[in-house]
């Protein structure tokens, strides 16, 4: 369920008459904290990307790939993918464990794998897998399709694919035949009942498993995804049933079949305290296990690295208090002192990073098209007439006895009048004209007293939720439910803000809200310096084109969209740096987004059938002389290009 919105913030710098500075900008978006130095602003205003985060090398201007977009006729909104940041952040992960590995005095290897159900993607999963050869970095499958993905795509004999998730029979099979051609495919054992399954095949095919033992451990983590660990965890065998399955396994002579241990305590784990106690326990684990006689190989942390996406560096839900660095020097520091206590090998390490590889490298740039704005229809007339009724004629006298010093006085009362108004209305005592006056007086009124309380730095709480309250919405040409559908499901912050005219101050506080029909197709959560808050500070808009980027989409948001209100996939562009090019990037390729036919093909419609019976409908209104024959060969024409054209609204 969606989250309660955070607090109204202050923003007292958008009220102030000092020259305006792109670091206040930059303090508003909170972009150096949650940009985490690929993203920043540049003295124009403009957003910059730079994606290898080296001083010397190239930097990407957001609006510059607008630009060149709008040239090759690629409509908004749209994905925006940056490859290079999706390399480097598969380089960091690596080159950290290796280099702590080294500085311990670790004598284990580190053996990563990309989830892919993170983002499953080909060519995002392409990528990874080009960028992570030189360190061996595998593929984790969690389903049937994921597995049948990863044994065509990780065709590195030295990396690892790790199965996990619950499996049938073809499932395992399929586990067998990456074996067979000489992959290293762990099956990582969640319920009891899939070793016995997988050794009965095994024996069929005549092919050794390599197998993987999920434990159920007691540390749990914190924020949303706390319920992945501990006894009642929807994955993952308990104590008792591990020992059963070595002595199982030594029953038929396998146990060196046993090469991998796991545990996994859930997504964004925000507090590393939580992190470390879990690499304690399961050191623990893996420990005691050798010495049953399971000579264990690796050692599989699972997944769960975080992100900052609210920019606070805290142990919110949002947020994570630790970096990559001091992640693996946990890792790798705790599990070689409980290995040396034990007195047993150190394990290669493994680990199931997902949303820490890829959270950055996506966004989604979308047009703003239009706002609403409350009591904006000024036009209307509110003159005085007789027999006026009187909460008219009051509502009038506080709007005109109004000033800097009694705001607060005025909005209670006017606030008052207003309710009472309602009741009149009710009871056929006021007017809809009277209403009407009394309303736009009334909303009048409060646009003045939002102004009075810009200037107050000691305005009430009450008087900045007013202003927040009618903050402008701003239309948005995407769906919330399509490109960011955890900022609806579970109130995922993610930061979004103009990607131009950052060197203006912004005047107006806003929501967002999408295209869809549907009133939970907004964002209405945003970061600030102060923490979430409910309002976003924009420009006010001029009739030029103002894009606004929602930012780190790549994690989840691209897989798990939906097609509410049939808004398909949307339009797509991988952007690779080059300091050669005067722009410092190219755009490799451009994968366009769904017509409306291919929407509807996948709701079971089928467009061809849809286009001969309108044709038909037509036709018929045309023999009627109902419509000239010329019109009718348009609107057919025109019915056809819509079932053709792109999903989301026209410029």
């Not at 965890?233 to 049933?241: P, R, S």
């Not at 630790?322 to 047993?344: G, M, N, S």
């Not at 209104?621 to 019109?631: A, D, F, L, S, T």
Request: glycine letters at 6%.
């Amino acid at each position: 369920m969606k989250t309660t919105p955070g607090p109204v913030t202050r923003f007292h710098n958008l009220d102030s008459k000092s020259e305006w500075t792109i670091a206040e900008a930059d303090e508003i978006y909170q972009v150096s904290r949650w940009g985490e130095g690929y993203f920043s602003i540049n003295e124009k205003g403009d957003l910059t990307v730079t994606p290898n985060r080296t001083q010397n090398g190239p930097v990407i201007n957001m609006m510059e790939v607008v630009e060149e977009m709008k040239n090759k006729g690629i409509a908004f909104p749209a994905v925006i993918r940056f490859h290079d940041i999706l390399r480097s952040q598969v380089a960091l992960l690596n080159k950290t464990f290796r280099a702590l590995i080294e500085e311990a005095n670790y004598r284990g290897s580190y053996s990563g794998v990309y989830p892919i159900k993170v983002n499953q993607m080909r060519e995002v999963v392409e990528e990874i897998v080009d960028a992570g050869a030189p360190y061996n970095y595998g593929l984790e499958a969690g389903s049937k399709p994921e597995l049948i993905a990863a044994l065509a795509m990780n065709t590195n004999q030295n990396s690892l694919t790790v199965v996990n998730g619950y499996k049938d029979r073809d499932l395992l099979r399929l586990a067998l035949l990456g074996i067979q051609l000489g992959r290293k495919v762990i099956v990582v054992v969640e319920k009891y009942s899939e070793l016995t399954d997988l050794m009965q095949l095994s024996q069929e095919i005549g092919v050794e498993p390599l197998i993987g033992l999920r434990a159920k451990i007691a540390t749990k983590s914190s924020g949303k995804w706390a319920s992945s660990g501990g006894d009642y965890a929807k994955f993952g065998l308990t104590i008792t049933e591990i020992l059963q399955a070595v002595r199982y396994m030594k029953s038929i002579d396998k146990l060196h079949c046993v090469k991998l241990f796991h545990f996994h305590i859930g997504s964004q784990i925000p507090d590393l305290r939580t992190i470390k106690d879990s690499i304690n326990e399961g050191a623990r684990i893996y420990a005691k296990l050798y010495k049953e006689g399971a000579k264990l190989e690796y050692f599989d942390v699972g997944g769960g690295v975080g992100v900052n996406y609210d920019g606070t560096r805290s142990n919110s839900p949002s947020s994570i208090n630790y970096t990559t660095r001091d992640y693996v020097a946990d890792v790798v520091y705790i599990l070689k002192q409980v290995c040396d206590l034990e007195d047993v090998p150190h394990p290669n390490i493994v680990s199931e990073s997902g949303r820490a590889i890829t959270a950055h490298h996506s966004c989604v740039i979308t047009n703003v098209f239009g706002a609403l704005e409350i009591g904006a229809n000024t036009n209307f007339n509110t003159d005085k007439v007789v027999s006026e009724n009187i909460l008219v004629s009051n509502m009038r006298e506080l709007s005109n006895d109004l000033t800097e010093k009694n705001y607060q006085d005025v909005y209670n009362d006017a606030t008052k009048l207003k309710e009472e108004s309602i009741s009149a209305f009710k009871f056929g005592i006021l007017s809809l004209e009277e209403r009407a006056k009394l309303e736009t007086i009334y909303w009048a009124i409060c646009k003045r007293i939002v102004t009075h309380a810009s200037k107050d730095e000691y305005a009430p709480d009450e008087i900045l939720q007013l202003k927040s309250q009618m903050a402008s919405q701003y239309l948005c040409n995407f769906s919330v439910f399509q490109s960011a559908p955890d900022t609806w499901a579970i109130g995922q912050i993610l930061p979004a803000l103009p990607i131009h005219k950052l060197n203006e101050r912004p005047t107006e506080l806003c929501t967002l809200i999408d295209i869809t029909c549907d009133s939970d197709g907004k964002l209405d959560t945003f970061l600030s310096a102060d923490g979430p808050t409910n309002t976003m500070p924009l420009h006010k808009l001029t009739g030029e084109d103002y894009y606004i980027g929602l930012f780190m989409t790549g994690a989840y948001q691209d897989i798990m969209g939906d097609n509410h209100n049939c808004f398909g996939r949307l339009n797509e562009v991988h952007i690779f740096a080059d300091d050669d090019d005067p722009t410092d990037f190219y755009i490799e390729e451009v994968i366009f987004g769904n017509k409306a036919s291919t929407v509807l093909s996948s709701l079971q419609y089928n467009p061809e059938t849809m286009a001969q019976t309108l044709k038909a409908t037509i036709d018929t209104q045309v023999k009627r002389g109902k419509i000239r024959p010329r019109e009718g060969v348009d609107l057919t024409d025109f019915y056809e290009a819509c079932l053709k054209s792109y999903t989301y609204l026209k410029k």
